[in-house]
């Protein structure tokens, strides 16, 4: 919950709730026509009922009071509402400042449009993880200087659980251990977005499980999060290489990450070759 709310942005849910409350019918939510309707919509009566909230309540949301109310009372006036995803998404945002997590009820699975863009960025190494880091796409610049992640049982096709058990995680990062860590951080600030999650606890126990620098590293409750910059890799036929990236987010699925690297140009053209001649 949030300390404080700005006041514009307090009228603007006010104005929000209402004028979705007034675009709705009762056949829209189930309850019957009833007579001599005064408002255009629903009654904010009704309305309270179906968010299992109090009338008085809901009044001091509509006047812009600053009633602060949680994520979980927004979701049940989402509902109550018959709200999209994009509006309430934008409920949260008026409140929160940022939208809720989106948990997809299944595994994650990636636009066609984002894997061709992947594919279509070699020889520029380029991959997406999904919100616990699975490795959902990667190019062949990608798998030749890091692994081959399609060659991998589905489990281990996650980019934590291969950098921390993966021997050959530490002969590809020059500097391991602090790609490591930081790796982690990320992923602690991930999971802290998705609490009880089971996806989430179960990487979490199976890294613990397996790994000394995780069972040493997660009681600093470390987080760091997304950034652009530089990573050194070490390639037995290139040797090292130093690979600037970006990290950008998928319009879909916001906890989708599309990692593009781009090397010194002599550099690109030896990646080049080498995915070539592979």
Known sequence: MTDAVDP???RELGDFLRSRRNRLRPADVGLPPGARRRTPGLRREEVATLAAISPTYLAFLEQGRDARPSRQVLDALAGALRLSAAERAHLHELVHLAAPPVVPPGGESLPPAVADL???LDP???YVT???WDVLAAN???RALWTDWLLLAPEARNMLWWMFTDPAARMVFVEWEQEASALLARFRS???RHPGDPGFEELTARLKAASPEVRAWWPRHDIAPLSSGTKRLRHPLLGELELRHVVLLTADDV???????LAADADQARIAELIAAG
Not at 255 to 261: D, P
């Open 8 to 10: 514009a942005r307090l």
């Open 118 to 120: 992947v594919d279509r």
């Open 124 to 126: 520029c190494p380029a």
């Open 130 to 132: 999904g919100r616990r």
């Open 140 to 142: 062949r610049a990608a």
């Open 190 to 192: 991930a999971a802290a």
């Open 255 to 261: 906890e989708q990450k599309l990692v593009a690297f």
